[in-house]
């Protein structure tokens, strides 16, 4: 996936306020059911030499299925589905009445 792919994704389903449930099937054919977190600031190279510096952004995403956080690139990304937008309200919503 690229990174505007990624980003239509994203916009076309609302996604701004990471609360959507969604599935991610990487190209290593494991598939996850996650919300997507955030992406990571660009990170230039540093002064020193020493880090060189992210060609693209990867994303923080939480996993359901495994309870952990992960970062992905999205070129490590073969598709994404939303299964629910707004996943997390949802829940708080319901867990306040």
């Known amino acids: 996936m690229t990174r505007d792919e990624f980003d239509d994704f994203i916009e076309k ?32 190279p540093s002064i020193d030499g020493k880090f060189k510096g992210e060609e693209d952004d990867p994303g923080v995403y939480y996993l359901f299925d495994e309870e952990q956080y992960k970062v992905w690139y999205p070129a490590e990304i073969e598709r994404l589905e939303c299964l629910q937008q707004h996943y997390l309200s949802i829940h708080a919503r319901k867990k306040a009445n």
């Open 13 to 44: 389903y609302d996604l701004y306020s990471f609360d959507g449930l969604i599935q991610v099937s990487l190209k290593s054919g494991s598939i996850h059911r996650a919300v997507w977190i955030t992406d990571i600031p660009p990170l230039e």
